[in-house]
């Protein structure tokens, strides 16, 4: 670029200012050097002669960075930036670099734990757009300030984009050089960059030969949404080298089972059968599968089995004793008292006193009168110089300057109105913020000492960046305690704080409404006003803001008496005097910036020369060529500007630092400040610098100074150090270590107590007793000059300000009170202060108190040390099961890869064990510049912590350890398994002990069904649901049976009894004379919910062929739907299908072949044209016991099993129902569930026939069209029972959540419901019954009437909401005692309990016990079993079950071995307890209106029928019938008690973890609520590792927020740790046709690659 001839010098300063910065970065390696040509040219565009635009435009090459336009000066500067930050970390110790590498180097021979690599989709690896900008973002350096018009540095912030006109004029005024542009890599780059990926083959990983998976997509669709552009080309991992070759070849991926309908949020619900039932009956227990290599396609579980390899190695640590499961034991295990400890030998120390404070004669008497006297005898002596980012001298303000302007403002604040009204005048004792930016200390100084003048009290605060900056509202929530209502500032900082639409500033997140005031150009003061007299000395003169560790931001209150008493004792321990020269790098706005060089500066009439913290990015040797030219005999700095100037080294050469008497570190007490101090002697010396001259302090904003080393000290006790066992220091004492021992740490003194001031150390836990002599603790001081509140927060400001030590006996050592310092520290030799960490980076371990800072050290330390990027690295931890957690969250370089990143953790967790003996329990890599800032650039710590526990960091790579940090779990509980009760408790001991102690044995029954006699002609009559039919069709034929309505609410079909007898007699021709048809043929019904199912099933009937119902294809997903109906048509031996045209069509379609062999369908026929003509003969058969219908079903499991049902178990089903439900033909029932097996196929099919009540029949899928339908009707047809499905119940809850009003006005209204059941086969899902109560009592649905059923395979209504039933009760049981298989009722709300709804009332006929799974004895009350069931309509047995059938022989003829073993039951195969509970629940008033209720509802009940008029022979259908009900309600509604039936999940569904049982749907549960992006879950085990999977319902870059958040809460609730978190696009569980999880076939689907995951995580 050269050719530009641009004098560089003569461009605008911002100009310059971005220039650097951009050399900066390159010389950083942030930038290509095509991106820094890019972004050159478009800085110096506008200031180019036209020809040359043209020409460097068109393409010509340009010279290079270091082409002839920059003047030699900016050269120089620009190689001693490239010099000075190669090599740049904050904490660089070359003692710890060595420790670390030694440690590293000891570990090489001991077995490295092989870490998985986790898999990633390749779109999370190229970076998304947002990341982009962030990576190539220029940093705003560790501890500097984000630039006002660079507001990058968070995804929220990109959102809030300034227009590049804004960024300009910010830019210019603000004060960090640092482009305003957006910055991105141009977009060739990127391609370049995806296509490098592309074709690299992936190399070795950490483990043995193991790789990442680099799954690429098309590089188009990097950014672009997921699910339009699935083209992704798979490379399986390598594993050996037969893998190597297998790449050569063509990889075809598997089918992928789950996108068939990638737009939709899910894929149609489709059950699928297992058809793996051969590799899961092996895989469970084989732990080979790690082995298979010749596929290269078993990556995850190979990766599973190199886990379960590293996880089997011993851990190093022994594991305390294991604990019984409970909260204190877990408490004990993560604080063991180790015997081996060191304990404190030391005397009990004594008081460490500074020496008298005496105060320099000719010192003015206070800070008021100091400006006066110097504002008039010196008017012309400098206050204060600030440089400008370019280094040049820019503005200085005299001490005659300083007092006409402090009283301007202070004469302004007191009389000008703040307020439209005029009534806020501030009067003295008011609170004010100042909010001036870092490069403007003149307006801040005249502001504070304006405030200080009027007695105001100032309150400084940071700028505000954006609306919502990290820690903002922290900071609000000062201001309003504070009671401030006016913010003072500068000209130029208001014009750079973001405004709204209307030019006013905006609103911060958090604050309260200020009044924003400028406070230049202020009139003058008249001639006779004096500031107001002097307030008394104990009134406020300023508030610090100072931040707790968890981000809480407090006010620290110095008054006037403490602030001119500190200012002295800084006088006599720094030797300050009038006209000495300071140079000052810190935040002038608090701490020891505040103190040295705006307070006790001014009181001693010294001239300060501020450096920004722009400038010392640019120039980091800047204050040390202040020092030269002005001679400065004081400089306040901290080690990092140090460490900087020593890297600074081409401008060494003109630096002399021989006027230095003191150099002020202000950061003494932190664990790198010893090298630093010492590197910069060493190099230095030969300068000038005086060894007496570097003064460390240690300084709290509550303590102000603890203490200083004196500058020009002499004594045998002037300075110490001590080299430190750090395992010492982890059990709080001081041991002497070894020089070269690697796990030393080396501290330096902070000095020695100031003058006036007592220190005392007291322990850090507990009461503030006095610490032994070599024992760490909190370091407090008494002394005047300390702060003396947290301004509004009084509980917090006794325990901190108002310290009464403790002497050994207890007693305090005397009146003082002490204020806590927040530093942890020992006293040395002579009264020297020793630091070794603060109370907010302290991290206690398992009973052991490690320093964040010393980790970070060690964090830093390990090679490649350039990994981190610029040093910036978080160190904090979290509390999980009872015990801290060590968390690191650290910035990546720019261009590492993923194994690099790997490579780096897994050295770091062997650094930190081995040097701490600690475990990192998270390690977490974000891009550049992506952890959120302080002001100042530095790490915001509480804002990190909140993030990563909100779910809200987006970290690049994290590994979790939980396996090998985690070592406080409970005890694995010995399971007995039967074969030990021989020698061990038997099942008969187990029942005479429940005898002897109380227990009732879990027994239930529902009520009588009433005597029917068998042999009457009228019983017999109907036994047949078929004969029932015909009698109806000729006694009440016109009577409407079946309404079925379409999406839209209308009737799409009517159907009356005859109108249904003849449709089925023409089915029975149509099989008959078509079909040719045999008695007892099985036959396949294919139909959509609706009435030609149910005309097909009684055409069955009719003819004597056994029907099958059967849930049609689904057109978008014949892939996972068709091979299920094809195989229950096979299983079942169908020999005909009955279908409708539609159906038949897609059967045999074109895309139907590419799933299933068409050719080999039954015959299949046509119901839309059948024969019109009368059955001849209607089958009767010989016997009730004959086989009526069959029903499939496919279990969560994937297990596909086939019931046989008798025409007898169908009518007693029916009547059961019938009484339950008091149903009668007047009724009207709505039925939104599907008919295909189960009690939805009874209530669609057959109950309406036998009871005669009108159904309405709403498909769900017309529901999910119309979301209002199934409600509407209700509504309209005042329907007083209605089953749903829990899909309908979702949907409805879901779709209708926003328009309950409208649906209101519309008139809908659900006050007619008395009961709304949710036909289930799985526990109550509580939540959702709740919600949709809640959201639609708006239209009068009452609370008690929604309810569930439970049925199973072997019995398909065990319990169902009868009509006039009390309510469902509740009880709230414990989870831990659950996991035991034990049943403990807590109360609601208390820790681990679980509510469990009862799955409603036991149907008439149905008796259910209680009996262990295993011996097959009958439990008590307080044990969960499986649940066993004696009906007549239970199902007489399977038709077949795929897969073993020997395993179900007992399913339905088990019998106790305890008791009454004559009795058979079916079993269940569900775990559940039973409870006695009352009747009804107290909500309608006392139990006796709940009982008249019952009577009442029941006898309006009983008298219906006979008024009813189109009940034709009503009365005589069941003889006897309705007077026993009445009976059997009276007696119900005066017994208080009822046994309610409550299930907790199904038996083959549980997981077995360290021998207790687990309910896969409350692990699930937990992990739902840990972040509101995950929309779904779904957990199974593979070889003894828990697998959660996850569907993220967000960017792929939040994928990885999820894996700690996972791990914490089961951890947490579940005391489990998760071994793989699989992270996967919504919809990717598949869920049945009930709504139920198919974890089986996700695990299968995983294990063999096919769910394309996001992200897939190996805990450690």
Aim: proline share 6%; aromatic share 6%; net charge neutral.
């Amino acid at each position: 670029m050269a050719e530009f001839n641009i004098d560089i010098s003569k461009l605008p300063e911002d100009v310059r200012d971005k220039l650097a910065e951009l050399d900066l970065e390159l010389s950083e390696g942030d930038i290509t050097q095509k991106g820094y040509e890019k972004k050159r040219t478009r800085l110096l565009a506008p200031y180019v002669p036209k020809q040359a635009q043209v020409r460097s435009i068109s393409g010509l090459p340009s010279t290079g960075p270091q082409g002839g336009s920059s003047s030699p000066g900016t050269r120089a500067r620009r190689r001693g930036n490239r010099r000075l930050t190669r090599h740049e970390s904050r904490y660089h110790s070359e003692v710890r670099q060595e420790a670390v590498q030694q440690a590293l180097a000891a570990m090489q021979n001991r077995p490295k734990p092989s870490l998985p690599m986790p898999s990633k989709r390749t779109s999370v690896m190229a970076k998304s757009p947002d990341r982009e900008r962030h990576d190539s973002a220029s940093s705003s350096d560790e501890d500097s300030l984000v630039n006002e018009g660079d507001v990058q540095s968070t995804p929220e912030r990109e959102r809030a984009r300034t227009t590049p006109q804004q960024q300009q004029q910010q830019a210019a005024q603000s004060d960090t050089s640092s482009t305003g542009s957006a910055r991105e890599t141009p977009p060739q780059q990127r391609q370049q960059q995806i296509h490098r990926q592309q074709t690299r083959l992936p190399n070795g990983g950490p483990g043995p030969g193991h790789t990442t998976v680099w799954e690429e997509r098309d590089p188009i669709s990097v950014g672009a949404p997921r699910g339009d552009d699935r083209k992704r080309m798979m490379k399986p991992e390598i594993t050996d080298l037969a893998d190597v070759m297998q790449n050569l070849r063509p990889y075809t991926q598997p089918p992928d089972v789950t996108h068939n309908t990638a737009q939709s949020r899910r894929m149609t619900a489709a059950d699928r059968v297992n058809r793996y039932n051969q590799s899961r009956q092996s895989s469970a227990s084989d732990d080979n599968m790690g082995t298979v290599t010749g596929t290269g396609r078993w990556k995850v579980s190979a990766k599973i089995q190199q886990l379960l390899n590293t996880l089997k190695r011993p851990k190093r640590r022994p594991l305390p004793e294991f604990y019984e499961d409970d909260d204190i034991e877990l408490e004990i295990a993560a604080n063991p008292k180790d015997p081996n400890a060191p304990k404190p030998e030391g005397s009990s120390m004594t008081s460490a006193v500074g020496e008298q404070l005496v105060v320099p004669s000719g010192l003015p008497r206070n800070l008021e009168a100091a400006i006066q006297r110097y504002g008039s005898a010196t008017y012309k002596a400098p206050v204060a110089t600030v440089l400008d980012p370019n280094g040049k001298l820019t503005i200085t303000l005299t001490y005659g300057k300083l007092l006409s302007r402090s009283q301007k403002i202070a004469y302004t604040l007191l009389n000008k109105a703040f307020s439209k009204g005029g009534e806020t005048c501030l009067k003295s004792g008011d609170r004010i913020a100042l909010v001036y930016p870092n490069n403007d200390p003149i307006n801040f100084i005249c502001a504070f000492y304006g405030c200080l003048q009027a007695g105001i009290v100032p309150v400084p605060i940071e700028v505000p960046l954006t609306r919502r900056d990290a820690g903002s509202q922290q900071i609000g929530f000062l201001l309003g305690s504070c009671g401030i209502q006016v913010a003072l500032t500068s000209e130029a900082c208001l014009k750079g704080l973001p405004k709204t639409a209307t030019g006013e500033v905006v609103a911060f997140k958090g604050w309260p409404k200020l009044q924003w005031f400028v406070t230049e150009h202020l009139a003058k003061t008249p001639k006779d006003w004096l500031p107001p007299p002097r307030l008394t000395d104990d009134t406020p003169a300023y508030i610090e803001y100072t931040t707790d560790r968890d981000g809480s931001v407090m006010g620290v209150t110095v008054t006037r008496a403490a602030m001119l008493a500190h200012c002295r004792t800084q006088t006599m321990a720094c030797n300050y005097t009038e006209g000495e020269n300071m140079v000052c790098v810190l935040d002038f706005k608090r701490e020891v910036g505040l103190w040295h060089s705006v307070l006790t500066s001014v009181l001693n009439g010294m001239h300060v020369v501020f450096i920004p913290y722009a400038l010392m990015k640019v120039n980091p040797a800047s204050w040390m060529q202040m020092i030269t030219k002005y001679r400065a005999s004081v400089a306040v700095v901290k080690s990092r500007d140090l460490h900087w100037g020593l890297l600074a080294t081409k401008d060494h050469k003109e630096v002399s630092l021989s006027s230095l008497r003191l150099l002020l570190v202000a950061d003494g007490a932190n664990p790198w400040s010893l090298s630093s101090c010492d590197q910069f002697l060493s190099v230095f010396q030969a300068k000038g610098l005086r060894p007496d001259a570097i003064c460390p302090c240690a300084s709290s904003s509550e303590c102000l100074t603890v203490s200083v080393r004196r500058p020009g000290r002499a004594g045998v006790n002037a300075t110490g150090r001590g080299v430190l066992s750090m395992s010492g220091l982890s059990y709080g004492v001081v041991r002497v270590d070894q020089e070269n021992s690697l796990t030393s740490l080396t501290l330096q003194d902070c000095g020695q107590v100031m003058p006036g001031c007592v220190i005392v150390v007291v322990k850090m836990d507990g009461p503030s007793y006095l610490c032994k002599t070599d024992e760490v603790g909190e370091i407090c001081v008494n002394s005047g000059a300390t702060g003396s509140q947290y301004w509004g927060l009084q509980g917090l400001t006794n325990s901190t300000f108002r310290v009464q030590p403790l002497g050994s006996d207890g007693k305090p050592i005397g009146e003082a009170e002490y204020t806590r310092s927040g530093l942890l520290g020992f006293l040395g030799p002579g009264g020297l202060v020793f630091v070794c960490g603060s109370r907010d980076g302290l991290m206690t371990v398992t009973g052991r108190k490690h320093n964040a800072d010393d980790i970070i050290a060690t964090v830093l330390a390990v090679e490649p040390m350039k990994f981190i990027y610029r040093g910036r690295i978080a160190v904090f931890s979290i509390r999980v099961l009872r015990d801290e957690r060590i968390c690191v969250i650290a910035e990546q370089r720019p261009d590492c890869s993923e194994e690099e990143s790997f490579q780096w953790m897994s050295r770091v967790l062997q650094a930190v064990d081995s040097i701490h003996q600690v475990g990192i329990y998270c390690l977490a890599l974000v891009p550049p510049n992506y952890l959120p800032k302080t002001p100042l650039g530095g790490i915001h710590l509480s804002e990190t912590k909140r993030r990563f526990l909100e779910g809200t960091l987006h970290p690049a790579n994290v590994l979790l350890c939980p396996h090998t940090c985690v070592t406080n779990l409970p005890k694995p509980r010995e399971v007995h398994s039967a074969a030990d009760f021989v020698t061990d408790v038997g099942p008969a001991s187990v029942m005479v002990g429940n005898i002897v102690q109380g227990n009732r044995l879990a027994s239930a029954q529902g009520r009588d069904m009433g005597i029917v006699d068998e042999e009457s002609d009228s019983a017999r009559k109907f036994q047949f649901i078929s004969e029932i039919l015909r009698w109806r069709a000729q006694s009440t034929a016109d009577h409407v049976i079946f309404t079925l309505l379409n999406s839209k609410g209308a009737v799409a079909t009517m159907l009356s009894c005859s109108q249904l007898h003849k449709k089925a007699e023409r089915v029975g021709n149509l099989l008959l004379e078509k079909g040719k048809i045999n008695t007892g043929d099985h036959v396949a019904l294919i139909f959509p919910p609706g009435i030609d199912l149910i005309c097909a099933f009684y055409g069955c009937l009719y003819v004597g062929a056994v029907p099958v119902t059967i849930r049609p294809p689904h057109p978008q997903n014949l892939q996972t739907t068709l091979p299920t109906v094809r195989m229950i048509v096979d299983v079942s031996k169908s020999v005909l299908v009955l279908s409708n045209q539609n159906v038949i069509k897609l059967l045999k379609s074109k895309e139907a072949s590419n799933v299933v062999d068409i050719k080999s369908w039954p015959v299949t026929l046509d119901t839309d044209d059948m024969p019109k003509k009368k059955l001849p003969v209607m089958y009767r058969a010989p016997t009730a016991e004959m086989l009526a219908y069959l029903d499939f079903s496919v279990s969560t499991t994937g297990m596909l099993a086939g019931i046989k049902m008798s025409h007898a178990a169908v009518t007693s089903l029916c009547r059961s129902m019938k009484l339950a439900c008091e149903l009668y033909p007047s009724r009207h029932i709505a039925l939104c569930l599907d008919p295909y097996c189960g009690l939805g196929f009874a209530l669609w099919c057959l109950s309406s026939i036998y009871s005669g009540h009108h159904s309405i029949l709403i498909p769900p899928s017309e529901v999910e069209v119309n979301p209002a339908l199934w409600l509407t009707a209700v509504s309209q047809y005042r329907v007083r029972d209605t089953f749903c499905s829990y899909g309908v119940m979702e949907l409805c809850t879901k779709g209708l959540g926003s328009s309950v009003n409208q649906l209101k006005q519309r008139g809908v209204n659900l006050g007619c419901v008395r009961t709304c059941v949710v036909v289930a086969e799985e526990r109550p899902r509580i939540t959702l019954t709740t919600s949709f109560s809640k959201l639609f009592s708006a239209l009068g649905l009452s609370p008690r009437a929604v309810s569930t059923s439970f049925g199973c395979r072997v019995n398909v209504a065990i319990c169902l909401q009868g009509a006039s039933s009390p309510e469902p009760s509740t009880v709230y049981v414990d989870l831990r005692a659950l996991r035991n298989d034990r049943v403990s009722l807590v109360e609601r709300g208390s820790p681990h309990s679980l509510c469990l709804m009862e799955s409603g009332k036991l149907l008439p006929g149905v008796k259910v016990i209680i009996a262990n799974p295993e011996t097959k004895g009958q439990c008590g009350d307080s044990h969960l079993g499986e649940i066993w069931v004696q009906s007549s309509h239970n199902a007489s047995g399977y038709f077949t079950i795929y897969g073993d059938e020997s395993d179900y022989a007992d399913h339905f003829s088990a019998r106790l071995v305890t008791g009454n073993t004559g009795e058979v039951y079916a079993r269940t195969g569900y775990l559940g307890f039973l409870r006695r509970t009352e009747c009804s629940q107290q909500q309608g008033g006392t139990q006796l209106s709940g009982t008249t209720t019952l009577l009442g509802g029941s006898a309006t009940a009983i008298s219906q029928p006979q008024g009813d008029t189109s009940s034709g022979g009503e009365e005589d259908e069941t003889p006897g019938l309705t007077h026993c009900h009445a009976a059997a309600t009276a007696a119900s509604a005066t017994s208080e008690l009822h046994d309610a039936v409550f299930v907790v999940g199904a038996l083959d569904e549980t997981v077995m973890l360290r021998g207790m049982r687990y309910h896969p749907i409350d692990i699930e549960n937990s992990v739902m609520r840990c972040h509101k992006k995950i929309a779904e879950c779904a957990v199974f085990t593979w070889t003894n590792l828990l697998v959660v999977v996850v569907e993220l319902d967000g960017n792929e870059n939040e994928a990885l927020d999820l894996v700690p958040l996972v791990t914490n809460t089961v951890l947490e609730e579940h005391h489990l740790i998760v071994g793989v978190v699989v992270v996967v696009d919504p919809g990717v569980v598949p869920i049945n046709s009930r709504g139920e999880k198919q974890r089986m076939h996700l695990r299968d689907g995983f294990l063999a690659d096919q769910l394309d995951p996001i992200y897939v995580a190996y805990n450690m």
